[in-house]
Nanobody, 119 residues
Framework: VQLVESGGGLVQPGGSLRLSCAAS????????MGWYRQAPGKQRELVAS??????TDYTDAVNGRFTISLDNANTVTLQMNNLKAEDTAVYYC???????????????WGQGTQVTVSS
């Protein structure tokens, strides 16, 4: 599975950005797609994820500001509103392939895209 990311850039606090990620293949019975981020000096953390049947999960820091969606079963979009300086990080798209019982088989990663929130 190859992941192609788009979006990101520089935005002022309070602004919005949209990240998209297209997977080359999604013909699997169970998977999730999502976005992680890594700020300088910090560990990579989950931002939001969505299962192939539409169940979403958000980290508390972005709940109510970010919205994740899955289109055509292979494109995940993260709409980020009311951005804050602490949202600045490299954002990575993730495709997690799982068994029917939820055991992780493999994680695929995008190349990362920079999001900078600054005035």
């Amino acid at each position: 599975v190859q992941l192609v990311e788009s979006g990101g850039g520089l935005v002022q606090p309070g602004g919005s950005l949209r990240l998209s990620c297209a997977a080359s293949s999604s013909t699997f019975s169970m998977y999730t797609m999502g976005w992680y981020r890594q700020a300088p000096g910090k560990q990579r953390e989950l931002v939001a994820s969505i299962t192939n049947d539409g169940i979403t999960d958000y980290t508390d820091a972005v709940n109510g500001r970010f919205t994740i969606s899955l289109d055509n079963a292979n494109t995940v979009t993260l709409q980020m509103n009311n951005l804050k300086a602490e949202d600045t990080a490299v954002y990575y798209c993730n495709f997690r392939l799982m068994t029917g019982s939820g055991v992780v088989i493999f994680d695929y990663w995008g190349q990362g895209t920079q999001v900078t929130v600054s005035s």
